[in-house]
């Protein structure tokens, strides 16, 4: 055979070929859009069915739609534009303050496709944080937020997971766990010496924060070391892990704010921030870790155990459950970061009240004095009935976590909230948020009086207002560091009122 019947030989299998790899591609291309199409009408009966079973649990449960559902700006972004800005200018309290004057008690927004209901309503509080516990979750935009410092920790999942957390910290909050009263003596004590005696003026927030937020007493007590920053206030590891702890939970703030948009938080410092705090605070969960090991081995004699847990060091503690130091360090890091600003802000706030008014601090004071200089423990802190309901109203009106969130994870309602008159159920389908403003819903006139934006300790007497008060959040996820924060305020506040 010659050449030319090689070649026309194999421009006719080339061609038979091409012929079969075009026929096959047709096919495929038909294939392709057979399948596409069937996804598309797959889909739509989906979105059908959703839309048919949304509508009969709407109607099986008689849900109205709020009467305000607030866009502002394009794509809805004014509302996330307005609450930065009132961040900026510290006054989120003030802004959710207006929304809530002009929208009612229940109302629903859409921020750049992030569907939400805002409410101020104790029974849909109620219902969000315990009756329908399970229907509700901090949800992704919290747990993506926060994941850079706190990992899996309590304040940044749900589930199995935070139940798992869960059971492995609320024991190590037992009253008679945290009831080491000498702990707040000496950092007070290390307070009082900054404070001049010659009547200038000072910086009792500076203080506070010093004490509380740079984590003098809280360390002490989960790490079983303070970093003294009352005595130390500008150098050292210390310090830097305090100003760094400052910049990661600012950024985790701003982080959560965006919720779907929070690629756009953009700061260099972020991240060194963030490994600075868990590089410090890995160094304490080696030591607790190497101190279980030491104990398991018999290294440490359980007479000396005993006398170690007499002192009780929360990470000593936290070691019985787990040696995983990633969790230990998420854990810690979560306790650490719901610790540090309570006390602190409740106390700061306190003294800032009572500077501007006599009346209350004169009362007060005449009430601490009966312990006649005597270092009072949790039962008679318990008895100094004006001194609670000072603390009472200061965390009605200024309550440390004014707005909080949560995302249902199943189709479920609200009690009230519909309608014209907001007395109607309110449907919240799968995967939106529900906002509720605790500031807000302290300063209701309708709950607490026409007087309700002023400072009244004295309603405290009768007033029982359950689910209207919410200092600490509540249900199952009610914030495990309350009792510290209250008792821990209750002494500082002694102490300082006293000059002990």
């Not at 008895?383 to 994870?409: D, G, K």
């Not at 008060?469 to 506040?493: E, H, K, M, Q, T």
Request: glycine fraction near 8%.
């Amino acid at each position: 055979m010659g050449m030319t019947s090689l070649s026309q030989a194999g421009l006719s299998n080339l061609w038979v070929i091409l012929a079969a790899v075009t026929a096959i591609c047709l096919v495929s291309q038909r294939v392709v859009r057979y399948i596409q199409s069937m996804e598309r009408f797959s889909l739509g009966r989906m979105k059908c069915t959703d839309n048919l079973i949304e509508r009969r649990y709407v109607r099986e449960n008689g849900c109205v739609p709020p009467s305000t559902t607030l866009r502002q700006g394009f794509l809805g972004l004014g509302m996330l534009r307005d609450i930065q800005k009132a961040n900026r200018e510290h006054r989120v309290r003030a802004q959710f303050g207006e929304w809530f004057a002009k929208y009612g008690h229940t109302w629903g927004a859409d921020t750049g496709g992030r569907l939400f209901i805002m409410t101020v309503e104790p029974k849909n509080i109620q219902s969000i944080l315990a009756l329908k516990f399970k229907d509700f979750e901090l949800g992704t935009y919290r747990n993506k937020s926060f994941y850079p410092l706190l990992g899996y920790g309590i304040f940044s999942t749900d589930g199995s997971k935070w139940e798992h957390s869960r059971a492995m910290l609320r024991p190590n909050f037992a009253r008679n766990q945290i009831a080491d009263i000498e702990i707040y003596e000496r950092h007070v004590a290390a307070l009082i010496k900054q404070i001049p005696r010659d009547g200038s003026t000072v910086d009792l927030q500076e203080l506070f924060f010093r004490m509380s937020k740079t984590i003098d007493s809280a360390t002490e007590f989960l790490f079983g070391e303070s970093v003294n920053s009352l005595e130390n206030p500008t150098s050292g590891p210390e310090q830097s892990f305090s100003s760094n702890f400052n910049i990661a939970q600012d950024g985790l703030s701003h982080r959560f704010r965006l919720g779907p948009f929070r690629f756009l938080y953009r700061n260099k410092q972020f991240a060194p921030a963030v490994q600075n705090c868990r590089d410090y605070v890995d160094r304490f969960v080696q030591k607790a870790i190497q101190y279980r090991a030491d104990v398991d081995s018999g290294k440490i004699s359980p007479e000396e155990a005993k006398l170690n847990d007499l002192q009780y060091i929360f990470s000593y503690e936290l070691s019985k459950h787990t040696i995983n130091k990633t969790e230990l360090t998420d854990q810690l890091l979560s306790i650490l970061l719901a610790g540090r600003d309570t006390t602190a802000s409740l106390l700061a706030i306190t003294f800032w009240v009572l500077a501007r008014r006599p009346d209350v601090w004169t009362t007060l004071r005449k009430e601490i004095l009966t312990l006649d200089g005597r270092k009072p423990d949790f039962q008679e802190l318990k008895n100094l009935t004006y001194l609670s309901w000072v603390l009472n109203e200061v965390l009605r009106l200024y309550p440390v976590v004014p707005v909080n969130s949560r995302m249902a994870n199943k189709d479920t309602h609200l009690p009230v909230g519909g309608g014209p008159d907001g007395k109607d159920p309110i449907f919240v389908p799968k995967g939106n948020e529900v906002f509720y403003s605790v500031s807000t819903m302290h300063r209701r006139k309708d709950i607490y009086g026409d007087d309700a934006e002023e400072f009244r300790p004295e309603r405290w007497e009768k007033l029982r207002p359950g689910w209207a008060y919410l200092p600490f959040n509540g249900g199952p996820r009610i914030c495990i560091w309350a009792a510290v924060c209250a008792d821990g305020s209750g002494v500082y506040g002694c102490a300082c009122i006293t000059g002990v």
